[in-house]
């Protein structure tokens, strides 16, 4: 304790530089030494655990369409929407856990319970496929799918689905925590830290992806050719090395204090400027409900100026008489509610694209089940590894980007990230465009030689090699490097400091509902083009299907949201970057009654 005080008195005598300035502490909320904690050190053991977790969650996600279909008996469209349905509410469950971190735990304990339910999930259906009791009747050995009447009882789908929903709602507590963990790592006060940050989303994701590959090939391999009871318990093996890993890194992280529940802060905001709405806002903006910059400094927050986006807001602020969180609210809770509601119109333009991306682990895959996929007289390539090719070109993209495109488009941009993270979202964009074209024309030429060599029947194989796919793959993975980590750092970058799990499970929200999407898509087609007697566009039968057609919809789709996605980035305000908080960090200093008061301040703001 006496080690901790003089420490603290160097510090405050040196100028504070040996303590993080923006507000992190240790677990025991304790202000945090610079050189000790933080930064890649940290950051290397939150990265260990995304690429084991990951490795973990591809190796259940990417190849899940085969084991309804296979397995289950479900039919093209059950099987796709099932897989989607789950995938989205793993990407909407975020939504809790943020809320749970940023409200109450913090994100360090929300996440250690979240991987305990996560990695019970995990064991059970590792048990559900592996136990003779619980998981679906063998067909028997060369017996067709189409000519197999035994199906998995209700208990066993039961169990089976329990299992996915409980990994949903594992992942719901680690998705938006762990990534926000890791920018938390970096403090945006010292300048080489700021820099090393500028990166950090960009390796993020090739940690993420580094972990997918080995899903997307090995794992995958192993539950086709070998069980998928080893091909199940290999990633519930991953994730408890994930999580272990994650746990020896405890004593270098910084954390972020619990700031209060933001939704909550966001509810008083609309509440009270709906109850003033006729209440005129004063022209001059200091004339708006403020608290001093004092009682900022004692609650480690910035104090944010007012903006003049969203005016309607600003009736929150204007002051009539009583005074209740839910009839006044100060100008800075005010801004921190513009700040996550006016990236909901981004979050909106994202949700197509995320439909798209749901295409990968779902149609994708059935129609490289319908193709030639020998390579050379022993080896037939899975199907579902081919999303390996999304993951390799993601990799390979991001190095190029990180290292060579930022440095050069610097030099004439002086962005310190090359180009905006709106612009390097919208180059994304336009690759799904391109992506859907040219997955309709590969569909059309697939349906092509299906229809000339009378390969028209369910369990046909269309004399066309499976890599007549990898050109949609590959740019999907190249369209991942811009749409994706943008989105990312997008949504973590402009969110309020005290909201920060909250901007990231916008970035998780986006999946989940374009997922969601995609379902509702897919069996919407389905049932419409079958009326009025005509064939319909997605059957169980692919050979007779026209999936051409509805790639060409979602082409059609993607390119009106391109559109709308053009006219939101132009108008979209970024927000007041850290130089500008520097300056306030500094008013509050000056303003500081007293040295003691000055101390406290330079511990940080969260």
């Known amino acids: 304790m006496a080690t901790l005080k003089i420490g603290e008195e160097k510090g405050a005598a040196d100028g504070r530089e040996d303590y993080t300035q923006d507000g992190t502490v240790d677990l025991k909320g304790k202000p945090v030494l610079r050189s000790n904690t933080g930064r890649w050190k940290a950051c290397s053991f939150i990265v260990g655990y995304e690429v084991f977790e990951r490795m973990a969650y591809y190796g259940i996600a990417s190849n899940l369409v085969l084991y309804l279909t296979n397995k289950l008996r479900e039919g093209t469209v059950k099987s796709a929407n099932n897989v989607t349905n789950w995938v989205g509410t793993v990407w909407m469950t975020p939504i809790l856990g943020a809320y749970i971190a940023d409200a109450f735990l913090g994100r360090y304990w929300t996440f250690v319970l979240a991987s305990a339910i996560y990695f019970s999930g995990m064991s059970l259906l590792t048990l559900a496929v592996s136990v003779p009791a619980l998981k679906p009747p063998s067909c028997g050995h060369g017996i067709k799918i189409e000519d197999c009447h035994k199906k998995a009882s209700a208990l066993q789908k039961g169990i089976f689905y329990c299992a996915l929903y409980i990994i949903a709602i594992g992942t719901g507590g680690t998705k938006p925590n762990i990534s926000t963990m890791g920018a938390d790592q970096f403090d945006d006060f010292e300048p080489k830290e700021r820099k090393q940050k500028l990166s950090f989303f960009n390796w993020w994701m090739f940690s993420i992806f580094f972990g997918t590959l080995f899903s997307n090939t090995f794992l995958i391999y192993i539950q086709d050719n070998v069980g998928w009871s080893l091909g199940y318990g290999l990633p519930t093996i991953g994730l408890l090395v994930s999580i272990l890993v994650f746990l020896v890194g405890t004593p270098f992280y910084r954390h972020k204090l619990p700031s209060g529940s933001p939704m909550t802060r966001i509810a008083q905001v609309i509440v009270a400027a709906v109850r003033k709405w006729k209440e005129p806002v004063p022209i001059d903006p200091k004339e708006l409900h403020e608290l001093s910059l004092e009682e900022y400094s004692k609650s480690n927050k910035f104090r944010i100026d007012h903006t003049p986006s969203l005016r309607f807001l600003d009736k929150a602020a204007v002051k009539t008489g009583p005074s209740s969180p839910w009839m006044l609210s100060p100008v800075t809770q005010v801004e921190e509610t513009k700040q996550i509601v006016k990236m909901l119109p981004i979050l909106i333009a994202t949700l197509i694209p995320s439909a798209a991306v749901a295409q990968g682990g779902t149609l994708f895959i059935k129609q490289g089940a319908t193709l030639n996929r020998s390579m050379g007289p022993h080896f037939k390539i899975p199907p579902a590894c081919l999303t390996a090719f999304i993951t390799i070109f993601m990799l390979v993209t991001i190095v190029i980007y990180d290292r060579y495109m930022v440095p050069f488009l610097r030099r004439y941009t002086k962005n310190p990230r090359g180009i905006t993270l709106l612009q390097r979202m919208g180059i994304g964009l336009v690759l799904h465009v391109v992506i859907m074209l040219t997955a309709c024309f590969v569909e059309r030429k697939r349906l092509h030689v299906a229809r000339t060599e009378g390969a028209l029947g369910k369990e046909d194989i269309v004399p066309l090699t499976i890599f007549i796919l990898l050109p949609q793959f590959a740019l999907m993975g190249v369209a991942d490097n811009f749409v994706e980590v943008a989105k990312l750092e997008f949504f973590y970058d402009q969110a309020p400091e005290g909201m920060k799990s909250l901007g990231t499970s916008y970035f ?49 789709l993607s390119f009106l949201n391109l559109l709308f996605y053009f006219l939101v980035a132009k108008l979209f305000v970024y927000n007041v970057d850290v130089e500008s908080k520097r300056d306030l960090q500094e008013a509050i200093d000056v303003a500081a009654p007293s040295k003691g008061l000055a101390a406290e301040a330079g511990t940080g703001f969260g």
């Open 508 to 556: 998780t929200t986006s999946l989940g509902v374009g997922h969601f999407l995609s379902s509702v898509l897919l069996t919407t087609v389905s049932d419409v083009t079958k009326r009025n007697g005509h064939r319909g566009w997605v059957l169980d039968n692919l050979n007779i299907s026209h999936l051409d057609y509805y790639y060409a919809l979602l082409a059609i």
